[in-house]
């Protein structure tokens, strides 16, 4: 039998450990991972946080260069994919083309655009990439104050660090509290008042209508005529799967690459992992989308083996965590819809976990500096029983003993 060859398009976190379970595995055949970064492939999460502070010199890679060649993995970086042919089942980069057996589509995503005029300004920044987090940092250096646009994950965080660094910081946001569309008011008022409480400015209630300045941005004007000036704009309003690659190819797309449990697409042989994929998820019910450094790497190692025709399903309960100043938290679970919001622990110290309810039963729950905690949340979330709320919020009802009770 000729050697087979598995191609992996985006050497993402997911695509990085796709490859290097596929060999774990034990597949001889040929591997490609192909990268449109100039980098070895690199985990994100640390590019808003300590990277971004200068803390650390270089993020976190998920492999060393030796790993690659031990491996035999055929790294091509700085590289452009520019069509998928699944009929000839061929990747195409510029005018040459490479065969595959099985294809891993891990392409992530983009950060979402306003759409607003001025957006392309010198000293507006995005922040996806290692060279975006390079000139934010070196922008950072020589600004006074800085917008941030959007109060979801990436805004706080990248919000907390340059407060850290020492800039005047405004947030513009839709809803009172950053983070409201995740964890809802409630919570999301702890993040304001810590924000607050470190010299962060809120501007909440209305949307950017423009950027501000000629040749380069002084700062943002609102829908409501408001103005913020600053020499630093931060736009952080979501992200957008790169399916591009895929809607060319005639895969079904529909909020990302759409796959079933197992990874893979309607195309027989072509799977998709990480930020892109829009996975059937068999606990929920339903297709699930998740953005996070947790679900890269595991949808990546589970690509690998339905790559390699072993039965695979995947289930993993989202998890994600994030640390702004003082506060370093793990969510577990995925809340779109809850009745109540359950607090163990004491709120004003920041040490707490929150347990988020639907009809008695916990969907998703929040350990904030207090850790080891994040597999009974798990449990109590996939047991899908009632759970008494007393019991719930008592410091002294052991977690571990709730969740297998329920």
Do not use: C
């Amino acid at each position: 039998m000729p050697q087979q060859t598995h191609v992996i398009v985006g050497a993402s976190l997911a695509g990085a450990s796709a490859a290097a379970a596929l060999r774990k595995r034990g597949f001889d055949g040929r591997i490609v991972l192909i990268g449109d970064e100039p980098h070895l492939p690199y985990e994100r999460p640390e590019l808003s946080k300590k990277y971004l502070r200068g803390e650390v010199e270089t993020p976190v890679i998920v492999h060393d260069e030796a790993f690659y060649a031990d491996s035999a993995i055929e790294l091509l970086r700085g590289r452009r994919v520019t069509g998928l042919d699944l009929d000839a089942r061929r990747v195409i980069i510029d005018a040459e083309t490479i065969r595959f057996d099985r294809l891993l589509v891990g392409t992530g995503a983009s950060p979402r655009p306003l759409g607003v005029p001025g957006e392309d300004l010198p000293g507006v920044h995005r922040l996806r990439t290692l060279e975006d987090a390079d000139a934010i940092r070196e922008a950072a250096a020589r600004a006074s104050g800085a917008v941030v646009v959007g109060g979801g994950w990436i805004g706080s965080e990248v919000a907390a660090s340059l407060r850290q660094l020492g800039l005047d910081v405004a947030v513009v946001s839709l809803t009172p509290t950053p983070l409201e569309h995740v964890l809802g008011a409630e919570i999301g008022a702890i993040y304001r008042e810590t924000h607050e409480g470190h010299g962060v400015r809120f501007v909440t209630g209305s949307r950017v209508r423009r950027i501000l300045g000629t040749d380069r941005a002084t700062g943002v004007e609102t829908d409501d005529g408001r103005r913020i000036e600053a020499d630093l704009v931060i736009v952080g309003v979501g992200a957008d799967p790169r399916t591009d690659l895929a809607v060319a190819a005639g895969l079904e797309v529909r909020n990302g690459i759409v796959v079933g449990a197992n990874l893979e697409t309607g195309a027989p042989g072509v799977f998709a992992a990480g930020d892109v994929a829009n996975a059937w998820h068999p606990f929920y019910r339903r297709h699930l989308r998740v953005e996070h450094w947790d679900n890269a790497k595991r949808q990546g190692r589970a690509a690998a083996a339905s790559m390699l025709g072993e039965p695979t399903s995947y289930d993993r309960i989202p998890y994600f965590y994030s640390d702004q100043y003082e506060l370093g938290m793990e969510y577990t679970g995925h809340a779109l819809h809850w009745d109540e919001v359950v607090i163990r622990g004491d709120r004003e110290a920041r040490e707490l976990i929150a347990f988020w309810l639907s009809g008695g039963r916990v969907v998703a729950g929040m350990n904030m500096n207090v850790w080891d905690v994040a597999p009974a949340i798990e449990r109590l979330v996939r047991s899908r029983s009632a759970i008494d709320r007393d019991r719930l919020a008592d410091p002294d009802a052991p977690l571990e003993a709730l969740a297998p009770a329920a």
